[in-house]
């Protein structure tokens, strides 16, 4: 057993500047092997490691695992870890938080490193704790890899940025793990206080989405879409979307449809003492499914827009061509845009939508400029070719609904007929 020395957790702040008794060597004589496997002794407590996998989706296997604290008491009773770092009397010394996430890392290395895994990162985090009380990191992190020889281009360093009020210490921390080498994850975004500003300030190489995001999107439209709509965000941020706390297969497929890279939860593998290399997670089952979205709902509305087109193709109007289209079901309504996204006239809009919409300032769209609109240039792109745009609100109904948009030509001149069908029923969501 070792007990961290009372002397060291009375040091203050300036005392420690050096942080010389959270050194490698003083952190490993709080470390003992079994059959070669390290633990570390931390105030009366029996600090081990445990790793979950994480699962490139695309990829379809293990790109990495998070080390993770498990603990127990010398009655072999569990402790959480939250409770380990926030001391049993509700308070923790600077000197102690140090020394224990340096004993917490050194434990999870030298753990990994005896799995021999080559090409897969190793999750590390680093207590927020540590961030905030403590400006110096100093160069323990790079001997303790170099100790291991892990490289560092195999370590990703996660950091809770929502929960680290100064801006500055976070740049700081961030900037001295990615000069190390290290890759940089945001932990539990979406939680709390996070910050999305703070991604592109950051511009982390993995964003980890917290899992109350992921439990909301199982139960909730709206929370699904605005995962999706997250994910998308972190994409042209320029970093890599992490689903963690994914626990059933709901949730798993909710994790595909929102194009997230990366996941890890209960769902596709349990922590285990030694990192598990093989396996997909049974992301493959899921994978190879019937999309959650079919496209045969929609297709009796594709094959009817497409007469649309034709008709509008041999000089009929707009309102006879779309007569038929206007009538099906879930269409909302249809208008014709100009090449240079400019819309041609009134919106034709079903008898259906008689009730006035709460957005009726909005609803005469003759003239609107569309043209920023993906229905719009991706049909201007790809001529002739049938396009069909994220469910967004739409105008005319106040409700979500997809639009079907394509090129035709009438007069010499090039138009894109849109077609706007209620989300809600047409893909069953």
């Not at 959270?22 to 931390?42: D, E, H, I, W």
């Not at 600077?94 to 030298?110: N, P």
């Not at 909730?220 to 992490?242: F, P, Q």
């Not at 879930?330 to 809009?349: E, N, P, R």
Request: neutral net charge.
């Amino acid at each position: 057993m070792f007990i961290l020395p009372t002397a060291v957790a009375r040091e203050t702040d300036h005392a420690l500047a050096s942080l010389d008794l959270a050194s490698l060597a003083n952190v490993k004589q709080a470390m003992g092997t079994k059959a070669g496997r390290a633990y570390g002794y931390f105030s009366e407590k029996r600090l081990d490691s445990a790793f979950q996998p994480i699962y490139s989706l695309p990829h379809r296997r293990i790109v990495g695992h998070e080390g993770l604290l498990r603990a127990t008491n010398f009655e072999g009773k569990n402790i959480p870890p939250i409770q380990v770092f926030n001391g049993d009397g509700g308070h923790i010394s600077d000197a102690q938080s140090v020394f224990l996430d340096r004993l917490c890392r050194t434990i999870h290395l030298h753990n990994y490193q005896m799995a021999k895994i080559n090409n897969q990162w190793l999750f590390l985090n680093v207590s927020a704790q540590v961030i905030n009380r403590r400006r110096d990191h100093g160069p323990f992190f790079a001997e303790l890899m170099d100790n291991y020889g892990i490289p560092p281009q195999q370590v990703v360093v996660e950091i809770v940025e929502g929960v680290i009020p100064d801006v500055r210490l976070l740049n700081e921390a961030v900037k001295f793990y990615r000069d190390a080498g290290c890759l940089i994850a945001i932990d539990d975004f979406g939680a709390d206080a996070s910050d999305i500003e703070r991604i592109w300030r950051v511009s982390p190489d993995i964003v980890k989405l917290d899992r109350k995001i992921i439990a909301a999107a199982e139960f909730n439209d709206k929370a699904r879409r605005v995962l999706r709509a997250t994910v998308a965000l972190i994409h042209e941020a320029g970093s890599l979307a992490l689903l963690e706390g994914v626990e059933n297969r709901e949730q798993a497929i909710i994790a595909l449809d929102s194009n997230a890279d990366l996941v890890q939860g209960f769902y596709f593998a349990m922590p285990t003492p030694m990192p598990l290399q093989h396996g997909d997670g049974g992301i493959g089952e899921l994978a190879d499914m019937k999309p959650s979205v079919s496209m045969d709902e929609l297709l009796p509305y594709m094959v009817e827009f497409k007469c649309a087109l034709l008709r509008l193709a041999g000089n009929q109007s707009a309102k006879s061509a779309c007569n038929f289209l206007l009538g099906m079901e879930k269409v909302d309504c249809c208008y014709v845009i100009d090449a240079y996204g400019k819309q041609l006239g009134a919106s034709l809009v079903t008898k259906r939508l008689a009730t006035p919409s709460p957005f009726g300032p909005l609803e005469d769209s003759a003239g609107a400029d569309w043209s920023r609109k993906p229905y719009h240039y991706r049909a201007i792109f790809q001529p002739g070719e049938l396009q069909i745009s994220r469910p967004y609100l739409s105008v005319a109904s106040s409700r979500l609904c997809v639009t079907l948009s394509a090129t035709f030509h009438v007069g010499g001149q090039l138009r894109v007929l849109c077609c706007d069908v209620e989300w809600r029923g047409v893909a069953g969501r």
